[in-house]
């Protein structure tokens, strides 16, 4: 029988893997992702406080979510960001240094320019500037999902996913909860500057950090190296539309082709759809359901908010270790079992009724499964890109994943009006179940941590 570790060997292995976090471009990857997450809100959530305050109408303040399209159909203009250089910026910053201080000097300037506008005397400028804020902030997502994925190692990705969770949020909670303190005080002219201002933290984080390294395994630079072979002969046509289709072949159908080249594409982007599946079921309607159980506003914004904030970055902490201590795919099993899990304790809940101590254990243990999940979930998307096409890949991937899980959570409060809220969370359990299934399939056909056809490595610059 094979002898067991000694328990100081396993410790010291749990240990580095969680000394991960302490590593340079780690860190790093926290600032990028409160980069990232602070102007979500001030095109959502805190924008539509002012606009109340402004006697700005619910109608045209539900328009208002519209500024939201760019986030939805970033992968729409990601070929650009992959591919395209910038003008004197790119020979001397890099190709994602180059493109990630445009976005954000962008977005300082809409910022400043939406909190310039006087949405009650012209709302058709505020929603133009909110706009301009979304497609710039959903264009810095692209950079910066980029950059995590081609600086880091492997061994990195978990806990970089944890760090954009946990940079995010924070981001997310300086934008609304300080943005109101500070709006109360200041106003909101005030408030949106100093906002932008914080754009500043994704700006200095970027100087001080390579631009990465992307080659083959071979040392060849790889970009273009991935083409069709009918693409690659070159398109017929001469001169400068020769060009310009080699470029369109190159930045835009050559990603799409390449991940259509690996073994079982198609079931990689059925486990996408439905892995968080009855998660996301779960969550839709949770506050919904806790109203519907007597909890006040009060007691949901402390326990749900607060506490689950809480509850998620741990999770993420925790999931990222386990990616560094495992590799991906049994993190992704053993947290999508326990997210599975952890709704049954709404059934329980649902059951007992207004129970204060229940409602924080349920929160607790959703909350903290959902960030392991997510954190193993954004290092496995990470895995899947050919670091040749990272940004168009990502924004294609997490697209198509935000996409559907809308489609399909969108039938949630139909199913709780139905069949009730017991037998609702009953389904959202079983709803787990087809992604746990096929991700069981995937690990039987490939080998653990390894995904078929990824041929590319890269070398980050030191």
Same mark, same amino acid.
């Given at each position: 029988?094979?002898?067991?570790?000694?328990?100081?060997? *396993?410790?010291?292995h749990?240990?580095?893997?969680?000394?991960?976090?302490?590593?340079?471009?780690?860190? $790093?990857?926290?600032?990028l992702?409160?980069?990232?997450?602070?102007?979500?809100a001030?095109t959502?959530?805190?924008?539509? %406080?002012?606009?109340?305050?402004e006697?700005?109408s619910? *109608?045209?303040?539900?328009?208002?979510?519209?500024?939201?399209?760019?986030?939805?159909?970033?992968?729409?203009?990601?070929?650009?960001?992959?591919?395209?250089?910038?003008?004197w910026?790119?020979?001397?910053?890099?190709?994602?240094?180059?493109?990630a201080?445009? *976005?954000?000097?962008? %977005?300082?300037?809409?910022?400043?320019?939406?909190?310039l506008?006087?949405?009650?005397?012209?709302?058709?400028?505020? +929603?133009?500037?909110?706009?301009?804020?979304?497609?710039?902030? $959903?264009?810095?997502?692209?950079?910066?999902?980029?950059?995590?994925?081609?600086?880091?190692?492997?061994?990195?990705?978990?806990?970089?996913?944890?760090?954009?969770?946990?940079?995010?949020?924070?981001g997310?909670?300086v934008?609304?909860?300080?943005?109101?303190?500070?709006?109360?005080?200041?106003?909101?002219?005030?408030?949106?500057?100093?906002?932008?201002?914080?754009?500043?933290i994704?700006m200095?984080?970027?100087?001080?950090?390579?631009? #990465?390294?992307?080659?083959?395994?071979?040392?060849?630079?790889?970009?273009?190296?991935?083409?069709? #072979?009918l693409?690659?002969?070159?398109?017929?046509?001469?001169?400068?539309?020769?060009?310009?289709?080699?470029?369109? &072949?190159r930045?835009?159908?050559?990603?799409?082709?390449?991940?259509?080249?690996?073994?079982?594409?198609?079931?990689?982007?059925?486990?996408?759809?439905l @892995?968080?599946?009855?998660?996301?079921? +779960?969550?839709?309607?949770?506050?919904?359901?806790?109203?519907?159980l007597?909890?006040?506003?009060?007691?949901? +914004?402390?326990?749900?908010?607060?506490?689950?904030?809480?509850?998620?970055?741990a999770?993420?902490?925790?999931g990222?270790?386990?990616?560094?201590?495992?590799?991906?795919?049994?993190?992704?099993? @053993?947290?999508?079992?326990?997210?599975?899990?952890?709704?049954?304790?709404?059934?329980?809940?649902?059951q007992?009724?207004?129970?204060?101590?229940?409602l924080t254990l349920?929160?607790?243990?959703?909350?903290?499964?959902?960030?392991?999940?997510?954190? &193993?979930?954004?290092?496995?998307?990470?895995?899947?890109?050919?670091?040749? @096409?990272?940004?168009?890949?990502?924004?294609?991937?997490?697209?198509?994943?935000?996409?559907?899980?809308? %489609?399909?959570a969108?039938?949630?409060?139909a199913?709780?009006?139905?069949?009730?809220?017991? $037998?609702?969370?009953?389904?959202?359990?079983?709803? $787990?179940?087809?992604?746990?299934?096929?991700?069981?399939?995937?690990?039987?056909?490939?080998?653990?941590?390894?995904?078929?056809?990824?041929?590319?490595?890269?070398?980050?610059?030191?």
């Amino acid at each position: 029988m094979r002898p067991h570790p000694p328990a100081h060997s *396993t410790a010291l292995h749990w240990l580095r893997a969680c000394s991960v976090y302490g590593e340079r471009r780690v860190v $790093a990857i926290l600032f990028l992702g409160f980069s990232s997450g602070l102007p979500l809100a001030l095109t959502f959530s805190t924008l539509s %406080l002012w606009l109340t305050e402004e006697g700005i109408s619910k *109608t045209a303040i539900g328009l208002f979510a519209l500024t939201g399209v760019p986030y939805t159909f970033k992968f729409l203009w990601a070929p650009l960001v992959d591919q395209l250089p910038i003008p004197w910026l790119t020979p001397r910053l890099g190709r994602r240094r180059s493109w990630a201080i445009l *976005t954000q000097i962008a %977005l300082m300037l809409s910022l400043f320019c939406l909190g310039l506008s006087k949405p009650g005397e012209s709302p058709f400028a505020a +929603a133009l500037w909110a706009l301009c804020t979304a497609f710039w902030s $959903a264009s810095q997502d692209i950079v910066i999902d980029a950059y995590r994925v081609e600086i880091l190692e492997e061994r990195q990705y978990g806990a970089g996913a944890a760090m954009s969770v946990l940079g995010y949020r924070l981001g997310m909670v300086v934008s609304g909860a300080a943005a109101l303190y500070l709006a109360t005080f200041f106003g909101w002219f005030v408030t949106y500057t100093l906002m932008a201002a914080l754009m500043g933290i994704g700006m200095v984080t970027i100087l001080l950090n390579p631009e #990465p390294a992307v080659k083959t395994a071979d040392g060849r630079e790889s970009q273009g190296d991935n083409l069709p #072979p009918l693409l690659a002969k070159g398109p017929p046509w001469p001169g400068r539309r020769e060009r310009l289709m080699a470029w369109v &072949a190159r930045a835009v159908v050559a990603p799409f082709a390449d991940f259509m080249r690996r073994d079982s594409w198609g079931l990689v982007l059925l486990f996408i759809l439905l @892995y968080k599946l009855g998660d996301t079921l +779960a969550g839709v309607m949770s506050n919904p359901f806790f109203l519907d159980l007597a909890f006040s506003k009060i007691d949901i +914004a402390n326990i749900s908010k607060i506490f689950g904030l809480g509850a998620t970055l741990a999770g993420s902490v925790v999931g990222g270790v386990l990616v560094n201590r495992m590799g991906i795919m049994k993190p992704l099993l @053993y947290c999508g079992i326990l997210q599975m899990l952890s709704n049954l304790l709404f059934v329980l809940l649902a059951q007992a009724g207004h129970n204060l101590g229940l409602l924080t254990l349920t929160i607790a243990v959703e909350n903290f499964s959902s960030g392991m999940g997510t954190a &193993a979930f954004v290092a496995y998307l990470s895995s899947l890109c050919n670091i040749a @096409y990272t940004a168009t890949q990502y924004a294609l991937l997490t697209s198509f994943m935000a996409f559907g899980r809308t %489609l399909l959570a969108s039938v949630g409060g139909a199913l709780a009006d139905h069949v009730g809220w017991s $037998a609702f969370f009953l389904l959202t359990t079983l709803a $787990a179940v087809p992604g746990l299934a096929l991700l069981l399939r995937m690990m039987q056909r490939f080998a653990v941590d390894q995904h078929p056809a990824k041929e590319t490595v890269h070398e980050s610059a030191t």
